[in-house]
């Protein structure tokens, strides 16, 4: 992909056009890019392989909450779960 004579000329070009301060801002909002753009191709692929959608956590949760709902809990606690099963 990149030698690193060609990083190193990446590197200096992004300090002397953002600066010292700004750089560690954008390192850090593009790992964030990138690990949407992981996490987005995994849920793909995973998609690929099994052929259906893999539940988000937050339909998990609202799932779980109305199955206790149901089931009369209305706290979180295990110990109250338990005992209802």
Sequence with gaps: MFGWGELGIIAILAIILLGPDKLPEVFRTLGKIYGEYKKAKRRF?????????????????????????????????????????
């Design 45 to 85: 692929e995973l998609e690929l392989i099994y052929g259906y959608e893999i539940p988000s956590k937050e339909l998990i949760d609202e799932l779980a909450r109305k199955r206790m709902e149901e089931l009369g809990i209305n706290d979180f606690k295990i110990e109250d779960f338990e005992k209802k099963l």
